[in-house]
């Protein structure tokens, strides 16, 4: 069963850092562009920062910067290291794989799997 489950959210003070991690089981992550995106009450999903099947990122002017993201392939694990967190940060983070090899295409509907998403607060 292909599967893909996100961790590390939670509650950090603004100018804090978390690192999530999605882990992916039943396929090999190699095969597929990862894409982090999330969504905040009342707002529409969006992408936040892409790691292409080759290693080339792409992040959104949100976040370029402050979030970094990096695959560790041999353990099947996405990760996104956020820093300088601000409230406006505030929503639940999902992360999801595409078959496409780059990083271009943005919408959340060329996304075949989903992880359950993983809250992040950020509030003092």
């Known amino acids: 069963q292909l599967q893909l489950v996100e961790s590390g959210g939670g509650l950090v003070q603004p100018g804090g850092s978390l690192r999530l991690s999605c882990a992916a089981s039943?396929?090999?992550?190699?095969?597929?562009?990862i894409g982090w995106f999330r969504q905040a009450p009342g707002k529409e999903r969006e992408r936040i920062s892409c790691?292409?099947?080759?290693?080339?990122?792409n992040s959104a002017d949100s976040v370029k910067g402050r979030f970094t993201i990096s695959r560790d392939n041999a353990k099947s694990t996405v990760y996104l290291q956020m820093n300088s967190l601000k409230p406006e940060d505030t929503a639940v983070y999902y992360c999801?794989?595409?078959?496409?090899?780059?990083?271009?295409?943005?919408?959340?509907?060329?996304?075949?799997?989903w992880g359950q998403g993983t809250q992040v607060t950020v509030s003092s």
């Open positions: 999801a794989a595409t078959v496409f090899s780059v990083c271009v295409l943005k919408s959340p509907g060329l996304y075949n799997y």
């Open positions: 790691i292409s099947r080759g290693g080339t990122t």
């Open positions: 039943g396929f090999t992550l190699d095969d597929y562009t």
